[in-house]
């Protein structure tokens, strides 16, 4: 199923335009349609796609070797193997005609792996018979820590080549109706704060069955797919991830400064650094600042934050539950959930399903174009978001619960919003999201009201 990244297929079709030689890297976490995209970009043009497995080199030479031939119409050759990938690129490139021809290496990772050298030789292959040629080269890859250093840091040897890269992401929350068909929009929101957007996730819903049931029989159940799943893709970017599990897991009990989580571990806040780095890094964690910071690469007041809501799903019910899951007590982890799934889970999601809309529709929303967007908190009070314009400053509360929002909910939020040292020129706008709607008397009051 192929759903959105028109703004990703935009890119490579301007790359396949172009009259020269093109270079695209695309990475991004398991699972998350880097392949999918691919294909759908590549499949009314002409094109190799080359899958890397673990096999040896050699292996993995012969099979680069027969599609060449074979999209070269050069069948009977079919049991020929070049002597080398470069042998076999110059034997493309002599052979192609006018038409543009992609190629793709998917899971490039997996030949650096085997070869130390392999993006060195791809530097010299690109350098000296690639970008001479009419070829649109796209090296695709899972685990982000290799694509960086083998493609797209400083030091790589391929850095600087490429003219494009696409970090491919998790799907929005609008999209979760077109993966789960027929599911209500209060499923949908539960689906958000546990399956996530990641495409493949999405894919194994089960519609036809309830929330629940999907929660037990796809993520609980130690032989369904994602149980592992997290272990899977920390393992594939960190050796030794067991500091790593140990801080997140800190992190989704609650504690998100880093100094509390260094106590808990029983080591500085300054030891902690590389680790919370490396999460960000890859995508996992993110540090946020209160909006109105200036400066927020030096601010004390940083809390981490999983970005990702099945990573953040998974190892606070998970991870911490396994000694329950592997004797295959499903029902009493899943009445844990059901226990705390809204508070905990459902009520954070909707901050981000609000930030989201907000993002594509500003003007629908808040009647302006924020310049930023982000939380804000002091010591004793915080604000879900606010949204911070040329001209205009919008104050927004998100309310996830079963009763409709009232009066007393506007008051607290307006009371807040002098508390935030904003320029006082801005207009201030009101702003709240309601699951369930809203009392009589709130349509009368100066601010934007809008229920899921």
């Known amino acids: 199923m192929f759903i959105d990244r028109k703004n990703e297929l935009s890119i490579l079709n301007e790359e396949y335009k172009k009259k020269r030689a093109s270079f695209t890297v695309i990475y991004g976490r398991r699972r998350v349609g880097k392949t999918t995209l691919i294909s759908q970009y590549i499949k009314d043009k002409s094109s190799i796609f080359y899958y890397a497995t673990e096999s040896s080199l050699e292996n993995q030479l012969q099979q680069f070797s027969y599609q060449i031939l074979s999209f070269l119409g050069k069948q009977y050759l079919k049991h020929h193997s070049f002597d080398s990938f470069e042998q076999a690129f110059m034997f493309l490139v002599d052979h192609i005609g006018k038409e543009k021809v992609v190629i793709v290496i998917d899971e490039y990772h997996k030949l650096t792996q085997l070869d130390k ?83 493949k996730y999405l894919e194994l819903y089960d519609s036809r069955r309830s929330f629940w049931y999907n929660i037990a029989s796809q993520i609980l159940d130690k032989n369904s797919y994602l149980y592992p799943e997290v272990k899977f893709l920390l393992k594939d970017e960190i050796s030794q991830p067991v500091t790593y599990f140990t801080i997140l897991e800190i992190i989704s009990r609650g504690e998100t400064k880093i100094g509390k989580i260094g106590g808990k571990l029983g080591v500085p806040a300054s030891h ?116 911070i314009g040329e001209e205009k400053a919008a104050f927004i509360e998100c309310k996830w619960q079963t009763r409709k929002t009232e009066y007393s909910v506007f008051s607290e939020l307006l009371r807040k919003s002098k508390l935030v040292n904003l320029n006082p020129n801005l207009e201030k706008v009101m702003v709240i999201f309601s699951k369930s709607g809203f009392s009589n008397g709130m349509n009368n009051l100066k601010g934007r009201f809008f229920s899921y």
Not at 339 to 367: C, M, R
């Open 117 to 199: 050298s392999f993006s060195g030789f791809m530097q010299k292959i690109w350098d000296t018979v690639l970008s001479q040629s009419r070829i649109h080269l796209i090296l695709c890859g899972s685990v982000i820590t290799i694509m960086h250093n083998e493609v797209l840091s400083y030091k790589s040897p391929l850095y600087g080549r490429r003219t494009s890269n696409i970090h491919l992401k998790p799907l929005r929350f609008n999209h979760i109706s077109q993966f789960v068909k027929g599911v209500s929009k209060l499923n949908q929101m539960n689906i958000y704060a546990s399956f996530g957007t990641v495409p």
């Open 272 to 387: 902690l650094s590389r680790y919370m780095q490396r999460l960000c890094d890859l995508d996992i964690l993110e540090k946020q600042v209160p909006i109105t910071e200036k400066w927020p690469e030096k601010s004390k007041h940083g809390q981490y934050r999983i970005k990702d809501n099945f990573i953040k799903f998974w190892m606070h019910y998970v991870f911490m539950n396994q000694s329950y899951l592997e004797i295959g007590n499903v029902d009493y982890v899943l009445e844990q959930i059901k226990k705390s799934f809204n508070q905990t889970f459902v009520s954070f999601a909707f901050e981000d399903y609000a930030k989201e809309q907000i993002l594509e529709n500003p003007e629908v929303y808040l009647g302006f174009t924020p310049t930023k967007i982000g939380r804000w908190w002091n010591n004793h009070e915080e604000i879900d978001l606010i949204a």
